[in-house]
């Protein structure tokens, strides 16, 4: 509707304002409306167009399985059955050895073992087996290397403490403190002052 024709017909200017502002309300609503139809002609269309690409994909999968050779099929059945076995076996020997190593590990810390790679290094791998998350046969084994070679481990025993000497009130030989001495000078003033204390 156009204001001209309105205003052929004598009405006033608000008048014509207000028809006209129906008129819109009304042209958006039926826009509305028509935007939606389009809308869901366009999703029609799209899942038309879907569905057509599913028939023709599946009709291919189907001309595939016509031409298949259902032999080759099983024996590639059992080639993959034998794969996946294996991939399982595997991981399960992976995540043992994976088990084993933490529990050795643990197993040396708990031991006080002051290099693990070289306590590792002594140890027998073939002689040991892991069972129930415990390592049979290492108690043995450490309780061996601690007795040739103590050194790999912390001592139990307590470190000494040396405390400043009262003897004759100077605690030092030479003008030397204890802390200053050699191993050597250090047992030269014990064997000489037995009862010093440093």
């Known amino acids: ?33 028509a935007e939606k139809v389009i809308q869901e002609r366009d999703s029609y269309k799209l899942k038309a167009e879907s569905l057509e690409t599913q028939v023709n994909d599946a009709n291919t999968e189907i001309q595939k399985f016509k031409d298949m050779d259902i032999d080759g099929i099983k024996k590639a059945a059992d080639d993959w059955k034998e794969t996946a076995e294996k991939a399982k076996a595997d991981a399960d020997k992976q995540i043992s050895q994976m088990k084993f190593d933490y529990a050795l590990s643990a197993a040396l810390t708990g031991a006080k073992a002051k ?84």
Do not use: H, R
Request: net charge negative; with cysteine; glycine share 10%.
């Open 1 to 33: 509707m156009k204001t001209e024709f309105l205003k052929s017909l004598n009405l006033s200017q608000e008048v014509i304002d207000k028809i006209m502002a129906e008129n819109g309300k009304d042209i958006a609503v039926e826009q509305k409306k």
């Open 115 to 198: 290099n693990a790679k070289a306590v590792k290094a002594l140890l027998d791998m073939d002689g040991l087996k892991f069972n129930d998350g415990k390592i049979v046969g290492l108690d043995e084994q450490l309780a061996q290397i601690k007795a040739d070679n103590d050194y790999l481990f912390e001592s139990d025993e307590p470190a000494p403490e040396f405390v400043k000497g009262t003897n004759g009130g100077s605690g030092s030989v030479g003008g030397k403190k204890p802390s200053e001495m050699t191993y050597t000078e250090l047992c030269d003033y014990m064997a000489q002052n037995p009862g010093a204390e440093i």
